[in-house]
């Protein structure tokens, strides 16, 4: 299967969590380390799908870190498989609607996505929360293959060393949806963090990257929760 699922569901754009949520480890079970990047594993009531969590530490800044998850340009140069991705509706630099389509293997259908992100900022401890989930959108295309579900998808930026590096904790839960197996699924998840993280050590050395600006600590989202609704299914493969 081509890794470029797992990918989508990890970094499908933005995403959140708390600071008290994501430092939560009793609750993670570690089951791998390399290249620098820690892996764990979670179980989530509901769902047979394992959650993944990788944890890393980068040398750069937490807002230039930033820009590589949110910056739409560069996105095909770290996020294996790739097609379209394509802001559905801008609510502000730091929420939006996206749809990002992914290419699979020539036996399983493509996967395509629609969520909100939004990205917020602790004052007092400079931490910086991403958070993305699934949500249906007038303007989003009709799938190409299967619309998967974003169930959770959470990154933490903490500043290290005076702020000249970060931290990052990168978590995810999603499902792809259609005939995969659940195994099959986990399996081929359990690997994203430490590539993803790993692709994006590299990413963050290339020059287009900025201090990206920051919200205004208690930002609020613009009617987000009366708008959101989990995406549909697709019936394909």
Not at 187 to 197: S, V
């Amino acid at each position: 299967m081509n890794h470029s699922l797992l990918k989508v569901l990890a970094l499908t754009l933005l995403v959140f969590a708390g600071p008290g949520e994501a430092l939560a480890q009793n609750r993670w079970q570690k089951i791998n380390e390399e290249s620098g990047v820690s892996v764990y594993s979670k179980a989530f009531p509901g769902t047979e799908i394992i959650g993944f969590r990788g944890i890393v530490d980068v040398d750069a800044a937490p807002r230039k870190v930033l820009h590589v998850f949110v910056e739409n340009k560069h996105k095909h140069e770290w996020v294996n498989g790739l097609t379209k991705s394509v802001v559905l509706e801008s609510v502000s630099k730091h929420e939006s609607v996206v749809y990002q389509s992914f290419a699979m293997s020539s036996v399983v259908s493509d996967r395509d996505f629609v969520f909100r992100g939004k990205v917020t900022r602790n004052p007092k401890t400079g931490w910086i929360s991403l958070k993305t989930r699934s949500e249906r959108h007038p303007k989003a295309p009709p799938t190409v293959g299967v619309r998967g579900l974003i169930l959770r998808s959470n990154i933490t930026l903490i500043p290290i060393s005076g702020g000249r590096k970060t931290r990052i904790i990168l978590e995810t839960l999603g499902d792809p949806k259609g005939w995969i197996p659940t195994w099959l699924v986990n399996k081929t998840q359990k690997n994203w963090p430490l590539e993803t993280l790993r692709n994006l050590k590299t990413q963050v050395k290339k020059p287009y990257y900025h201090l990206y600006p920051l919200p205004k600590s208690g930002t609020k989202s613009v009617a987000t929760s009366k708008r959101r609704k989990v995406a549909g299914v697709s019936k394909s493969q």
